[in-house]
């Protein structure tokens, strides 16, 4: 017995048995959808390649926020104080949050929960790289909050007007918990940094082994980044992936300042010429290799995953089971 929540599969069908003429007239009226800026929802018509790829983005995204937890979750029984453990605990637990909204939008779209879920824990689904690095510091805790959540919001504040309306809306939501995410990330690296001299150093460590990954949280550079265009036309993505890592750069430089630590990037300058960023070249390779499984953590973090499944089978069946003696009851009453 399984769990799933109503798909959209019979609107998929009736999708497919549309005569040309219709699937002609339906298209334009999806484009003209787009090119308005209004929302696409999911009663309406909509190209396979768009459902297709919302899936992939949206699975993708809520696949980072459940397996994001773990990285954290490493920390909530070692935190330093009582007042750490509650804020870290907070945190964690918006993630699952997170998780939960972008999978019910994913299954407005026609998969289903179980499809999603069985596609995680069989390595057949990504999800952000970022999260297949170990935490070794309390100092990880704030380098992730104030880089990881950094990204995650320069990525996301543009997501809230993606034109598929459940996506865009769940964004809205996640974006307000994940500035929260970021200060606190900020909080604790701006205590350390001004803390002992190991504590400090603590600090400028988590900040140099974050720093690269959250860089590479944008995905390829445009120019090998196909899909883009794609996206960008479609209204889901407004921004592309180095114009947005550029955005977050901009943000990072001021408050690394503050911070009184430093970014790990020597050629890291402000280019008058070109009204941007100048950098060091990204080392796509270790990225390409955490993205094919052989990142530090990889595995790991599917194995918990999968555990975390299986022991969870009790519950699930459970439920299934109570709803079910609902549904009869609700009938033997009409
Ligand atoms: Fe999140
Ligand atoms: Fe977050």
């Excluded at 219709?22 to 768009?50: G, H, L």
């Excluded at 200060?183 to 900040?207: K, P, Y």
């Amino acid at each position: 017995m399984t769990l799933t929540a109503p798909d959209a599969s019979a609107r998929r069908d009736d999708q497919r048995g549309l005569t040309e003429a219709e699937v002609a007239e339906a298209q334009a009226a999806f484009d003209a959808i787009i090119e308005a800026d209004q929302r696409i929802e999911p009663r309406d018509w909509m190209p396979d390649a768009y459902r297709k790829t919302l899936i992939r983005q949206i699975s993708q995204h809520a696949h980072s926020e459940i397996i994001g937890m773990q990285p954290e979750g490493n920390w909530i029984s070692r935190a330093p104080s009582l007042k750490r453990k509650a804020i870290l605990m907070a945190k964690v637990q918006d993630e699952a949050g997170h998780g939960l909204y972008l999978y019910s939008a994913a299954q407005t779209l026609g998969i289903s929960r179980d499809e999603m879920t069985e596609q995680l824990i069989e390595s057949r689904a990504r999800y952000s790289s970022i999260f297949n690095y170990p935490t070794p510091t309390w100092a990880d805790m704030g380098a992730i909050g104030w880089l990881v959540d950094g990204a995650a919001i320069c990525n996301q504040v543009p997501l809230c007007r993606a034109s598929y309306g459940p996506y865009g809306r769940a964004m809205v939501r996640i974006c307000k918990e994940e500035s929260f995410h970021q200060r606190q990330g900020f909080e604790i690296l701006l205590e350390l940094s001004n803390g002992t001299e190991a504590q400090h150093r603590m600090a400028q460590e988590a900040v140099n082994r974050w720093y690269w990954p959250s860089l590479m949280m944008f995905g390829p550079p445009d120019d090998e980044s196909p899909n883009s265009a794609q996206s960008m036309a479609w209204k889901i993505k407004r921004f592309t992936n180095d114009e947005l890592r550029q955005r977050f750069v901009g943000m990072l430089v001021p408050q690394v300042e503050v911070l009184g630590l430093t970014l790990p990037d020597p050629n890291l300058r402000w280019n008058e010429q070109r009204g941007e960023w100048d950098m060091s070249e990204i080392d796509w390779t270790e990225f390409n290799e955490v993205l094919a499984g052989r990142g530090p953590a990889n595995a790991q973090r599917i194995q918990h995953r999968r555990d975390a499944h299986e022991s969870g089978a009790w519950v699930r069946e459970a439920a299934a089971a109570y709803a079910q003696k609902q549904a009869a009851r609700e009938r033997r009453a009409a």
